[in-house]
Structures are given as structure tokens and as C-alpha cells.
């Protein structure tokens, strides 16, 4: 989703896949930001939250008339059903970031 949206461009690919991954992991529940992800990614936790919770407002936020064909993709079991996974309440995201 971010590929259509021209104020992610700044960002380097690096840290928007760190945030999305740290994103991810918070919506399913699966834990934090380890010191392994850390090291390999060269992010910390605290670098990714910025973004992360920029994600989570694209994700809440989206026009639903966009992108209709990555969506119904997305929505299929073969893909997870990834579209269809809710979006973090912006402020269970910002408690959950500053507890870990």
C-alpha cells in the first residue's frame, strides 16, 4: 500500500520493511522488537514507532475504492487474508509501542 502513497518515497526501504514487520508482529500479538531484529535490521524499537504508527493510520484510514484487485488478492486464504485484518485502535498501538 505504501508503493501508492508518494509520502512513504522518503523513506528508505529498510526501515519501512522493519516497521511493517514490527507492525505486523504488534497486530498478531507475537511479541516485540527483539535484540536479534534489532541487530540485523540496524533499527531499535524506538527508531521504527514514527512509521509503524503512520502504517497503522494508511491501514485505518485507506479509501476503500483503491486498489480493489491487491485487496480481493490479499482477502484470499492462499494469501493469509491479510486484507482483511483490522487495524490496531491508534491508541492500544501507542500503549503497546511504549510498554515494550
Known amino acids: 500500500m ?6 512513504y518515497a522518503r523513506e528508505s526501504p529498510s526501515k519501512l520493511a522493519a516497521s511493517c ?3 505486523a508482529l504488534t497486530m498478531k ?3 516485540g522488537w527483539t535484540p536479534t531484529l534489532e541487530y540485523y535490521s540496524g533499527y531499535s524499537a524506538q527508531d521504527l514507532h514514527p512509521l509503524v504508527k503512520r502504517l497503522n ?4 484510514y485507506q479509501p476503500r475504492d483503491k486498489l480493489n484487485a ?3 488478492k490479499y482477502s484470499h486464504r492462499v494469501f493469509f487474508e491479510v486484507a482483511k485484518v483490522t487495524p490496531m485502535d491508534m491508541l492500544k498501538l501507542e500503549e503497546t509501542l511504549n510498554s515494550s
Open 2 to 7: 505504501t508503493l501508492q502513497e508518494y509520502d
Open 21 to 23: 514487520l514490527l507492525l
Open 29 to 31: 500479538n507475537l511479541g
Open 57 to 60: 493510520f494508511l491501514l485505518t
Open 70 to 72: 491487491v485487496r480481493s
